[in-house]
């Protein structure tokens, strides 16, 4: 029972402090903006300034929501996969997925210069993009999942995907080499990920996606916590290990699949966010991991998001170098201090 109020008061701070965040990244950027305008805002209420208005609803909070399902998404994403091989070094896109999303991007970006004219321009907007990266993703899961029936260990899985990426990663390299400085500088702005980019509707699908892949991860709790015992020790508790690996991959394609789609490759995040969980809450119970990833997951995007804002600035950072600048030093600090993986 105190260990159950324990983890139910650590819950009620992580869920303060993502309320905070999410405040907070709504009011600060090249435009402050008090909080006392943002919650009559959000309340449907009238502001001081119109002008306000328009870039809460508009631009900060669809970008704010963008930063939440990313960062959980990502989170447990990379929590799933570190279960399933029992592997600290484990992220979401050590399958490949983000290699193929990006392979998908560079096909059609650094590969459009030869449709030219109107068709080179229908061919580089916003939904191309992101149909490009959700086809390479989706490709390359298909790869994963034949060799899944094909192969038992699930350390050879890992392998593999690692050699997918390096292949779809090998084809990106060779495209940039031939490729204009134009379109190479295009590829490289859409591989610093971005979250400001989503409308309404996009953020939807993304929603949705998101919310499927989170569904199937919590339906596999029982099965996560048989795995980190061993695959015999599964076994004997009835755990059917190929559909359990299957579904398991699947809820991290739908995740990192849907979230590089839309916000491009995001790093650090999806590797970080279950070891500093692990850190903070000192349990190996999925029931209480998954919640506590996915909310300490999208504080830490959301406080990424804020600096990579530059408050009082007119200047935007790049999220991906914030994402590695700011969480890096933290796990290091964080795994020295503690000198424990839990695995």
């Known amino acids: 029972m105190d260990l159950q109020k324990s983890y139910h008061k650590i819950f009620m701070l992580l869920t303060i402090v993502l309320i905070g965040s999410f405040l907070l990244n709504l009011s600060l950027g090249s435009v402050s903006i008090p909080l006392k305008e943002i919650a009559a805002s959000l309340l449907g209420e009238s502001i001081e300034k119109s002008t306000w208005q328009y870039i809460i609803i508009h ?47 560079a096909v059609l970006i650094l590969g459009a210069g030869a449709f030219g004219g109107i068709l080179s321009g229908f061919l580089l ?6 149909i490009a990266s959700a086809l390479g993703s989706f490709l390359v899961l298909l790869a994963v999942l034949v060799v899944t029936f094909r192969v038992k260990d699930t350390m050879a899985i890992l392998i593999i995907g690692l050699m997918f990426g390096s292949v779809t990663s090998a084809v990106v390299a060779v495209l940039s080499y031939f490729s204009s400085a134009e379109k190479l500088q295009q590829y490289v702005f859409w591989s610093f990920g971005s979250l400001g980019n989503l409308s309404w509707e996009g953020l939807s699908i993304l929603g949705i996606s998101v ?16 795995l980190l015992l061993g695959e015999n020790y599964a076994k004997s508790l009835g755990v059917h290990l190929k559909k359990t690996t299957l579904f398991i991959i699947f809820s991290t394609s739908i995740l990192a699949g849907s979230i590089t789609a839309f916000a491009g490759p995001i790093a650090f995040i999806g590797l970080a966010v279950p070891h500093i969980t692990r850190q903070w809450i000192t349990t190996s119970n999925h029931r209480v991991l998954l919640p506590a990833v996915l909310l300490i997951g999208a504080i830490i995007m959301l406080l990424c998001d804020t600096l990579a804002q530059v408050p009082f600035s007119e200047f935007t950072l790049p999220i991906n170098a914030i994402t590695s600048l700011v969480g890096a030093p933290v796990v290091i600090w964080l795994l020295v201090r503690k000198r424990k993986l839990f695995f």
């Open 125 to 130: 907007n916003t939904w191309s993009l992101v």
């Open 59 to 105: 631009y900060r909070l669809p970008k704010a929501l963008t930063a939440i399902g990313v960062g959980a998404g990502l989170g447990a994403a990379g929590l799933l996969m570190q279960t399933l091989f029992r592997n600290p070094l484990a992220g979401p896109f050590v399958l490949g997925l983000s290699s193929g999303a990006s392979l998908g991007v």
């Open 211 to 226: 919310s499927i892949g989170l569904l199937i991860a919590f339906a596999s709790v029982k099965s996560l916590n048989a």
